[in-house]
């Protein structure tokens, strides 16, 4: 298994409607198989599909 994985910013800010999170959120573009080869475990929610993935379809994750 191979996952893909990047840093997009270290210092960045997520806005959605009028929500807006802090300024130093960092932001990382993943694959579906980032979690499982990095050995985290969700506690909530779902990881991305592979029609998600593959279809470029807008979705997140958003931790405070």
Do not use: W
């Not at 990382?28 to 050995?39: K, N, P, S, V």
């Amino acid at each position: 298994m191979v996952s893909l994985s990047s840093v997009l910013s270290g210092n960045a800010e997520v806005k959605r409607g009028s929500k807006v999170s802090n300024p130093n959120v960092m932001i990382r573009g993943t694959d579906e198989y980032f979690l499982a080869i990095d050995g985290y475990d969700l506690s909530e929610g779902r990881n991305f599909s592979s029609n998600e993935i593959q279809s470029g379809s807008s979705c997140g994750d958003y931790h405070q």
